[in-house]
């Protein structure tokens, strides 16, 4: 029901900035919580940011004060800022999004697109 289509991944050197954001589309209910999650070599996939409908967002600790969650509602894309990146934010990203129908929910990933911060 949710295709979910990233963009914004590439190289950037540490200290740099980089935008990622994730179009939603074919769903036919509204679309609640959205975010991002990221996952690196030898690690488990870990929250990056969310935010709800309202405008609520809650931030990995890691990248608090470094990276900005937002979202257009009217257009279900949700975006990433990522600024004062640093060689530990290189991991493919993840789009998240929630929908939520008769109190049951479904979540949707995206494909992921690689971010990698090296000089």
């Known amino acids: 029901q949710v295709q979910l289509v990233e963009s914004g991944g590439g190289l950037v050197q540490p200290g740099g900035s980089l935008r990622l954001s994730c179009a939603a589309s074919?769903?036919?209910?509204?679309?609640?919580?959205m975010g991002w999650y990221r996952q690196a070599p030898g690690k488990e996939r870990e929250l990056v940011a969310t935010i709800t409908t309202g405008g609520t967002t809650n931030y990995a600790d890691s990248v608090k004060g470094r990276f900005t969650i937002s979202r257009d509602n009217a257009k279900d894309t949700v975006y990433l800022q990522m600024n004062s990146m640093k060689p530990e934010d290189t991991a493919v990203y993840y789009c998240?999004?929630?929908?939520?129908?008769?109190?049951?929910?479904?979540?949707?990933w995206g494909q992921g697109t690689q971010v990698t911060v090296s000089s």
């Open positions: 074919g769903s036919r209910f509204s679309i609640n919580t």
């Open positions: 998240y999004v929630r929908t939520v129908y008769s109190r049951t929910l479904y979540d949707f």
